[in-house]
């Protein structure tokens, strides 16, 4: 959705940008090239995407400043001066997906991984096999919203009981066998669910969204890609909380919380991708962009 963003991004009043997930850097080159002017900041908590990133956009000199982290703590640590934009484009990269060692994929055979930053503890593999049979049910029913959740949970608690689950096909089987027959969808939510624990992905966005809003200048543009309903709810809570004055419970007779409006939605209703760019690219089919300008 490289025309929608430019189109919410182009004219943002200001010189430094942020593509709080900058992966491949598509969208962080598109904006560097149409904005000569302009300083971007690119994070990613993914080494091998700010290493990539780096050869991709070394042409571009100073006027890109790579930082390795997540877009949560980075805002909340107020680093990055003042900014006219920020962009979150969430969810993994297609490299993420398609390399085999990262066990994003169910399709590809690999050690049960799924972190973002490979710095980081806690892998798929912990969730798998050490979580209760009671959370996992939780896990895949909440953040994948998968039905069948308790049968797939009761199925993984069984395997794990001879011996550990190691690797996605391994992992891939079970679910297979627990919701017989499970389509592609069925299996993908299952990876998703557990994706987001390891990755805290939920948690993420919400302190990403509220740190970035506090970099953001007044009249500076916010715009974020979601690809899942969850991220999709946050996202449209966080604008419309942030575009209400009081949030008092409505039963209060008077205001106590002090609440000003700082966002004005510029899109009421996500803009999705066109039938020819679904085309093109597959994997953008779930994207719903949301763009909103802080007022104070
Ligand atoms: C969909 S890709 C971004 C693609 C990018 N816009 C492009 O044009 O190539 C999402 C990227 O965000 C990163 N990411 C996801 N959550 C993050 C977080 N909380 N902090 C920093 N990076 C994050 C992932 O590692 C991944 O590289």
Do not use: W
Not at 82 to 103: I, K, M, T, Y
Not at 177 to 193: E, G, M, N, W, Y
Not at 198 to 204: I, R, S
């Amino acid at each position: 959705m490289s025309r929608e963003v430019l189109g919410f991004l182009l004219d943002a009043p200001g010189e430094i940008f942020i593509d709080a997930t900058l992966g491949d850097g598509g969208h962080a080159r598109a904006l560097l090239s149409e904005r000569p002017d302009i300083v971007l900041y690119g994070i990613d908590r993914d080494i091998e995407a700010i290493e990539f990133a780096k050869e991709r956009l070394c042409g571009f000199g100073h006027r890109i400043q790579f930082i390795h982290g997540r877009f949560g703590e980075i805002a909340k640590k107020r680093d990055i001066p003042p900014a006219a934009g920020v962009l979150f484009d969430l969810g993994l990269s297609s490299r993420q997906v398609d390399n085999p060692e990262r066990g994003f994929s169910f399709s590809r055979d690999a050690r049960l991984d799924m972190r973002m930053d490979t710095s980081q503890k806690t892998t798929a593999y912990d969730i798998v096999n050490e979580t209760s049979r009671g959370e996992l049910t939780k896990i895949i029913a909440t953040y994948g919203e998968q039905p069948g959740a308790g049968r797939i949970a009761r199925a993984i608690d069984v395997y794990r009981e001879k011996e550990p689950i190691e690797t996605t096909l391994e992992l891939a089987g079970i679910v297979r066998k627990a919701i017989h027959p499970a389509t592609a969808a069925d299996l993908a939510r299952v990876f998703q669910s557990i994706r987001i624990v390891v990755n805290d992905e939920l948690g993420e966005l919400k302190r990403g969204l509220a740190g970035m809003l506090e970099v953001l200048m007044p009249g500076g543009i916010m715009v974020v890609i979601s690809y899942h309903s969850l991220e999709d709810r946050i996202v449209k809570q966080f604008f419309v909380t942030e575009e209400k004055g009081c949030i008092c419970d409505p039963d209060m007779p008077v205001c106590r919380c002090g609440h000003k409006p700082r966002l004005e939605r510029l899109t009421k209703k996500p803009i999705v991708p066109s039938e020819s760019e679904i085309k093109e690219n597959p994997r953008a089919r779930s994207a719903k962009l949301r763009a909103a300008s802080k007022l104070i």
